[in-house]
């Protein structure tokens, strides 16, 4: 390639890139966020709760939900905008199930989901409106579980979901380990990722009988993958071992060579 096609492909690139840069800049914010966070009480509190939660981590904001328009300040809150306004109770598995389709269907069939409207929790009742944080086995206590019914058939399957939530996170931080120094673990990432999903998509279900059985079935696969990683730990402890074996025979040549340098320097 010579220099002035070079020079070219320098200007496309910039060509293509700046306006990038600048456009980005330029985007409004979010009119939903500038009005209702200058405001107090209950139109104000919203923003404040919804900034430190997972949706606004990922960019989900108040017209994620709610719908709207976030560029026209004007007609943001109008429904031919798709303004959804706040759900009623009964309608919030719907509500969120616009993005968690999964669960919805997970909860949607559960006790839970029968007993909606019935003295049943809904979405927030768990997870809070606003405030959403990541999902852990932490949501199943005794003061959140135990407002509407005894805690005993909640403990079970916090138990049942223990020992399987450990093995994830331990098997998680080694197969890391080995992602940060280089190593092909392409294979066991995806085989947890698919079994974490798995997993964490039991809980809606509050079915007894069915999380004891699923968990116990993805803990007898995580073992398997558990297994892969051992293997690669003894692999690498043997490597080792070989390559402390390599350095000390490449030291003994270096040594001899010196050795045999000197005898013939010394003649
Ligand atoms: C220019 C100011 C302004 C903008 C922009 C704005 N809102 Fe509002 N919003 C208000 C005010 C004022 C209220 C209270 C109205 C009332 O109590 O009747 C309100 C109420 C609401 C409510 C509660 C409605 C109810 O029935 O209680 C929701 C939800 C809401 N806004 C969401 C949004 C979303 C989503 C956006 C962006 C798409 C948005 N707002 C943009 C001023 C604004
Ligand atoms: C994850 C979905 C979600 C997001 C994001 C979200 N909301 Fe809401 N919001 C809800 C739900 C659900 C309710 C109904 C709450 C209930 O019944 O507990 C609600 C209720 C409200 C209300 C009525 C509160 C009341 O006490 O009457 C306002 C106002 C509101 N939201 C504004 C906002 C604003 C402003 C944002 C952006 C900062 C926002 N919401 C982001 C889900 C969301
Ligand atoms: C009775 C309490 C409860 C209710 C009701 C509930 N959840 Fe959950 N949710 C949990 C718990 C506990 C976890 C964590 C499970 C885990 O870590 O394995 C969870 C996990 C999640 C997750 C992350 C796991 C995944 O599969 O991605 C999402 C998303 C979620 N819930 C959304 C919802 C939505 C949407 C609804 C309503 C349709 C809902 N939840 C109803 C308690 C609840
Ligand atoms: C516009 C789409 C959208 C809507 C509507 C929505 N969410 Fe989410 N939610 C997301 C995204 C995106 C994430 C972050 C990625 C992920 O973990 O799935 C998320 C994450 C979550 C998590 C954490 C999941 C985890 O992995 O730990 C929970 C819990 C959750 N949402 C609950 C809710 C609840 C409750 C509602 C209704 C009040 C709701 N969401 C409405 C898009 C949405
Ligand atoms: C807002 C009230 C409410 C809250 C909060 C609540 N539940 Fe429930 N739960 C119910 C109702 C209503 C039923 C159905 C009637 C029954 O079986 O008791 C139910 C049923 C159950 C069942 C039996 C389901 C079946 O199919 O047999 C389990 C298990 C359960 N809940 C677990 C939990 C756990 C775990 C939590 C906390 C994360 C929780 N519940 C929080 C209202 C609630």
Redesign the pocket.
């Known amino acids: 390639m010579h220099a002035g096609m070079l020079g070219h492909l320098l200007l496309i690139f910039i060509v293509l890139f700046q306006p990038v840069a600048a456009r980005s800049a330029e985007t409004p914010e ?3 966020l ?3 966070g200058a ?1 107090t009480g ?2 104000g509190e919203p923003v404040k709760l919804w900034r430190g939660s997972i949706h606004a981590e990922n960019g989900i904001s ?2 994620g ?6 560029k026209d ?1 004007a007609n ?2 109008s429904p031919e ?1 798709g ?1 959804l ?2 759900p009623k109770a009964k309608d919030i598995p719907a509500f969120c199930g616009r993005c968690h389709l999964g669960v919805m269907k997970d909860f949607q069939a559960s006790g839970h989901g029968r007993a909606l409207g019935n003295g049943g929790p809904t979405c927030v009742t768990c997870h809070g409106n606003h405030q959403v944080l990541k999902a852990t086995p932490d949501l199943i206590n005794e003061k959140s579980c135990s407002r509407c019914h005894g805690f005993e058939r909640a403990r079970e399957i916090k138990s049942a979901m223990q020992e399987t939530e450990r093995l994830i996170s331990s098997l998680d931080a080694r197969i890391i380990g080995y992602k940060k120094i280089g190593g092909d673990v392409d294979r066991l990432e995806k085989g947890l990722f698919s079994l974490r999903n798995r997993f964490h998509s039991l809980f809606h279900s509050v079915d007894v009988e069915k999380v004891k059985k699923e968990s116990a079935q993805i803990t007898t696969e995580l073992k398997k993958l558990e297994a892969a990683v051992t293997e690669m730990d003894t692999t690498r402890q043997q490597r080792k071992v070989a390559g402390a074996v390599a350095v000390a025979a490449a030291l003994a040549a270096a040594l001899l060579f010196h050795l045999l340098g000197r005898t013939y320097h010394d003649r």
């Open positions: 979010n009119v939903c500038q009005c209702h405001m209950r139109t108040c017209n939900c709610h719908g709207g328009d976030p300040a943001a809150m905008r303004f306004g706040v």
